[in-house]
């Protein structure tokens, strides 16, 4: 299972003209929108404005129910990098995260899995995405409205978390979409999204022009 978490950025709250949020917005991401680092963002030709976002994953390391907040990281594996690739069309047309969100190879998680006692969650990580080499988030893990802890409490009380299970923990501000012009995905783009004491998700970004159907 993937989760994911709407405004969960004090940056990217403001750059939205959002208020901040009483509680954790969450979404599902389907497992084929799962890619490895290396391996291309592939948009299909219906969607016409594909967005970055840079997130500091956790990683589900023992099956979780209930879960309270101070024991919350005792239940993680670690963590790694994903990118909440978004068809921001489809979003807000239908207002359907979870599907607009769920493309495959929408969701690049990695270089690896790093423990727990390698990075300092509590002090903040650095997290800065480029596109094609030009830098459009740039903050730290110290914006986010609702931490690690808290956000595994609140979803393992309604929701078993199992092992491999990974919760997207949202994104900064410098999304395409909060740009002037908006900054889209574009074919021949290369996505590399760098996390304190992680290392770098790389994706190239390749626009699919003819769409399949019924491929098996």
Known sequence: MIWGVGLN???????T?????????????????????????????????PDYEGELAVVIGR??????????????????????????????????WSWS????????????????????LARGLAIETRVSGEVLQSSSTSQLVFSV???????????????????????PAGVGAARTPPRWLVDGDVVEITLEGVGTLRNPVIRRENDRRGET
Not at 9 to 15: I, V
Not at 77 to 93: K, M, W
Not at 149 to 171: H, K, M, N, R, Y
């Open 9 to 15: 950025y004090r940056d990217h709250a403001d750059e």
């Open 17 to 49: 003209g959002r208020p901040l949020p009483d509680a954790p917005t969450l979404f599902a991401k389907s497992p084929s929108s799962y890619i490895a680092s290396g391996e291309p963002i592939v948009v299909p030709p219906h969607v016409l404005q």
């Open 63 to 96: 099956r979780a129910r209930d879960v309270r907040e101070e024991d919350a990281l005792d239940v993680v594996a670690g963590v790694t990098i994903g990118n909440d690739v978004s068809s921001r069309d489809h979003q807000y047309t239908t207002g359907q």
């Open 101 to 120: 969100k769920s493309f495959d190879t929408f969701c690049p998680l990695g270089p690896e899995v790093v423990s727990l006692d390698e990075v300092d």
């Open 149 to 171: 802890p808290f956000l595994i409490a609140w979803i393992s009380q309604g929701c078993t978390l199992e092992p491999g299970d990974v919760i997207l923990t949202g994104t």
